[in-house]
């Protein structure tokens, strides 16, 4: 970490800086500490970022999605405003080093070491694009590690400057590149469209770099394009990958999107090895556990003359981007700062400039990486040229393989999980969910769940088209269904049309029916807290009522178990969990786990109050016969 400079605010938000963390391609990155204590790191955008109005729309959006991610993996987004000055995004700080540190400073890590960063990272990317998301430059200065783990960081910003440096909109054009050389898919060096595929060939990368030492394609020194062209052509360098390492990271590493294992394979694949305790070498935890103490005990700037600092008054501020808002006054754009701001005036006068910084920088995402991003912005045109160059004069009779224009893509806007609940005539309605990731046209982008009353089908639709209007998708093709032998669910889910609304949901219509959708949990445990523990449904007579007991499990999967009373005692029913939301829970139908005992119908539960959740059952209008579940107390 370096000293803040006289061209770096004291401010930012409601956070005080503490000291420079490293500097890239889109801004700098401050540690940070809020009013309340809690240290953090801050992303500052660059003033020529700041001043292009469409990568703000994309960072608003990126940043907004990104706050959806969860889980342990990942560094958590915590505070952003994308309508300032100069926009910013705060995140949870997490004190470790970058993975490219810790091989540059202490060499490979052991082959158990690297397996449990495979789980880790594999966990974060799930995470990531749980949200539709892709990370899109997963590579060692992104990944930080810890005493207990791998965190990623930095996800869900670089679409936003995707579109900024291809001078037009990525959906429709080909012709920009977005990554880091030595840790890019070949669909990213050859500008085509970017799925959680290319994420799983970064992994392969960082996993044969934090084995070897080196990537998996040599370095730059010959050029970037030479290396880039071994990225689409030739087969990866694992010489020094431990054996029972090699397999995985050469799956990773298959040219071919469609060929690489999911992240739900290599999550299974290295379960046995998620990091815990002590999963790096004792000199190496030592060391991690030394930064961290000296990081988080930073201490404040000392202002001039034993003044105390003072945060600038808030005061009413109309912003360019959004509506006025009662916030800390944004930093002042000037020509005369590289960031596009002049450092604040205070009330207890000005603060004394700190040191200087060195004529180097290093941290991060550092200067290095801007410098390459700026070398690979804009290569696909005489990439094309090059790459046919470098095999002729090799002797390479291998054809090159061709960029071709990226037929739609989805906007951020319809990315993620919805929900909705759909009519079906005066007397009846279903619930439906809709996953929707990245891709393009004709591709399946989305994962189609219908609640009936008595089944859960879930389809796969391809897309037909896209554009910031509408993206509409094609009949669905079946994946699966509760039961398995359902009758109602052996008709493909139909043509559909989904519209943004401009409060955030969507509107959704098929075959002249139409509702509305809301954004839906996306996380690996859906289910609220409120939602878990066990409930009795006293109903008449009472040899029908039920006690369900409701637990954690993800999208698809068994999420609840019951038992019957009278008649129905020696009954168990499993249920799988079709969707969630903070104050919703749509449950399919209860199957009976032998013969003779009824199927129980779908359900909708909703709290009632503390204690009490509200049962409607699918295969009827809701606040019709709404019945009560209660708590059962242990």
């Known amino acids: ?48 970022l700041a001043l292009d109005g469409e990568f703000r729309q994309r960072f608003a959006q990126e940043v907004s999605a990104a706050r959806r991610v969860g889980g342990r993996w990942t560094a958590p987004v915590l505070d952003a405003d994308t309508g300032a000055a100069v926009p910013w995004v705060a995140t949870g700080y997490i004190p470790g080093p970058s993975l490219a540190e810790v091989v540059g400073d202490h060499g490979p890590l052991p082959g158990t070491s690297v397996r449990a960063l495979a789980s880790g990272l594999s966990q974060a990317l799930e995470a990531i694009h749980s949200t539709g998301l892709v990370h899109r430059d997963l590579k060692p200065s992104n990944i930080l590690v810890t005493v207990d783990g791998p965190r ?58 934090a084995a070897t030492g080196r990537t998996p394609f040599g370095g730059a020194e010959s050029g970037v394009h030479s290396l880039l062209y071994r990225i689409v052509q030739e087969d990866p360098d694992l010489e020094g990958v431990p054996p029972k390492l090699a397999g995985l990271v050469r799956a990773c590493l298959i040219k071919e999107p469609s060929g690489r294992p999911s992240v739900a394979e290599l999550i299974e694949a290295t379960r046995d090895a998620e990091p815990a305790g002590a999963w790096l070498p004792g ?3 030592a060391d991690l556990g030394q930064r961290a103490a000296r990081l988080l005990d930073a201490e404040l700037p000392a202002p001039a003359h034993g003044a ?33 701001y002049a450092p604040p005036v205070h009330p207890t006068g000005p603060f004394p400039p700190a040191p200087a910084p060195p004529a180097n920088r290093s941290g991060s995402g550092g200067r290095t990486a801007a410098i390459v991003l700026s070398i690979v912005v804009g290569l696909p045109v005489m990439l094309i040229v090059l790459l046919m160059l470098i095999g002729w004069l090799a002797g390479d009779d291998k054809k090159t393989p061709e960029v071709r224009e990226i037929e739609g893509a989805v906007p951020d806007a319809y990315l993620g999980a919805w929900e909705g609940t759909v009519k079906a005539g005066p007397d009846g309605e279903f619930q439906g969910r809709f996953d929707i990731v990245q891709g393009e046209k004709q591709e399946m982008v989305a994962t189609v769940t219908y609640t009936l009353p008595y089944a859960v089908c879930r389809n796969r639709a391809p897309l037909v088209s896209a554009d910031d209007e509408k993206v509409v998708l094609g009949t669905g093709s079946r994946t699966s269904s509760v039961p398995a032998d359902a009758a109602g669910c052996a008709k493909p889910s139909p043509e559909q049309t989904f519209t943004a609304q401009p409060d ?47 637990n954690q499990n993800g999208i698809g999967d068994d999420v609840v178990t019951a038992t019957g009373a009278g008649p129905f005692k020696e009954c168990r029913w499993k249920g799988v969990l079709a969707g969630a939301h903070t104050d919703r ?19 909708v539960l909703t709290p009632a109050g503390e204690g009490r959740l509200y049962v409607d059952r699918v295969d009827r209008p809701q606040d019709v016969h709404r019945e009560e579940l209660n708590r059962v107390t242990p």
Not at 312 to 320: I, N, R, T
Not at 585 to 603: D, H, N, Q, W, Y
Request: glycine share 12%; aromatic share 6%.
């Open 504 to 550: 955030g949901t969507l509107l959704w219509e098929s075959r002249g029916v139409s509702t509305t959708l809301r954004p839906a949990e996306t996380s690996r445990a859906p289910v609220h807290p409120k939602f878990l523990g066990t409930w009795s449904l006293p109903t008449e007579p009472a040899a029908n009522s039920l006690r369900l007991t409701i």
């Open 1 to 48: 970490m370096e000293p803040i400079s006289a061209e770096d605010p004291a401010w930012i938000g409601p956070y005080r800086l503490l000291g420079l963390l490293g500097e890239g391609g889109m801004g700098r990155v401050y540690l940070a500490r809020s009013e309340g204590g809690r240290t953090v790191a801050v992303k500052l955008i660059l003033r020529q």
């Open 283 to 285: 000199a190496l935890l």
């Open 585 to 603: 829970l749509v449950l399919g139908p209860l199957v009976p786990a032998k013969t003779g005992c009824p199927v129980r119908s779908s359900m």
């Open 308 to 340: 105390v600092p003072h945060r600038p008054q808030a005061q009413p501020v109309g912003l360019p981007y959004g509506p006025t808002a009662f916030q800390t006054p944004p930093p002042v754009p000037s020509p005369q700062h590289p960031y596009g």
């Open 152 to 209: 990623v960081i930095d996800f869900g910003i670089a679409r936003a400057l995707d579109a900024q440096s291809a001078a037009g909109d990525v959906r429709t054009r080909t012709g920009a590149v977005v990554g880091s050389p030595g840790f890019m898919s070949p669909e990213q060096v050859l500008g085509r469209s970017v799925t959680p595929a290319s994420d799983v060939f970064c992994l392969g990368a960082v996993l044969a770099y």
